[in-house]
């Protein structure tokens, strides 16, 4: 495992026996990916990502057909870097699994993110916990939701959805048959809301989805830090590349 004075830049797992490979750099990555027809799995494991980062991975996820999962959590990649990702795997065809948490995503990323999840059907996974999206991002993102017949889990717990964007949310699992779950927790939803939302959606709590509502005082992202969820294996073995 690496120190504390030597992280890594990301890990990617692939080779012969599927372990985890440490490298040091994007250039690194980048020379991996373009190479190595194997890699299954890309963790950035908090790293700082920028939008010029994500525009050349974003171009290799156009060739990709091996890669089932990256996590992105904690790269504050922001509106632009968001945009230039989504940009791929509109086009990818193995990303299953996303991970998107603390990337500074508000309702123009989720906007874009939207688009990409209407016409992309490989997702299964999107987690975008304690970003800053808000009423007009969680309404572009049901509206994806009435199109897409992929996505199984969808996490936006610590965002700022409120009242009329996790009616929206609510409101498309209708129309969407396919979502189990979906978090909403810490969203500033007022609990008579949730309430009603129950009440006039009660096919969303009998097996068609699980829709978490928790604890909604505050969005998560204002006051707790925490990691985000993560979509990657465990890296419990890392080796040189």
């Known amino acids: 495992m690496p120190t504390d004075t030597d992280t890594p830049y990301c890990r990617v797992y692939c080779g012969l026996g599927r372990r985890w490979h440490a490298l040091k750099s994007e250039t690194e990555l980048h020379n991996v990916l373009a190479t190595s027809p194997d890699v299954a799995e890309l963790d950035y494991a908090g790293t700082i990502v920028t939008p ?32 230039a990702l989504a940009a791929g795997l509109g086009r990818n065809q193995s990303v299953q699994a996303l991970g998107l948490g603390v990337n500074d995503i508000t309702d123009a990323g989720a906007a874009t993110l939207g688009a990409m999840l209407s016409r992309n059907d490989t997702l299964t996974e999107v987690y975008l916990g304690q970003n800053h999206i808000g009423c007009a991002g969680a ?92 979509v990657c294996s465990s890296p419990a073995t890392l080796v040189a590349p």
Do not use: Y
Not at 57 to 72: K, M, P
Not at 169 to 186: C, F, I, P, Q, R
């Open 139 to 230: 309404r572009r993102l049901a509206a994806a939701l009435e199109k897409n017949s992929s996505l199984l889990d969808l996490d936006l717990s610590g965002n700022e959805v409120g009242a009329d964007g996790a009616a929206a949310l609510v409101g498309a699992l209708g129309a969407n048959g396919k979502l189990l779950k979906m978090d909403l927790a810490k969203n500033v939803i007022p609990l008579n809301v949730v309430a009603a939302l129950r009440a006039k959606h009660p096919h969303t709590w009998e097996g068609v989805c699980d829709v978490h509502f928790g604890d909604q005082r505050l969005p998560g992202n204002a006051h707790i830090k925490r990691n985000a969820q993560r």
């Open 52 to 83: 010029a980062a994500l525009e050349e991975l974003a171009a290799l996820l156009v060739e990709s057909g091996a890669l089932t999962a990256i996590d992105l959590s904690g790269a504050h990649a922001g509106d632009e870097g968001i945009a």
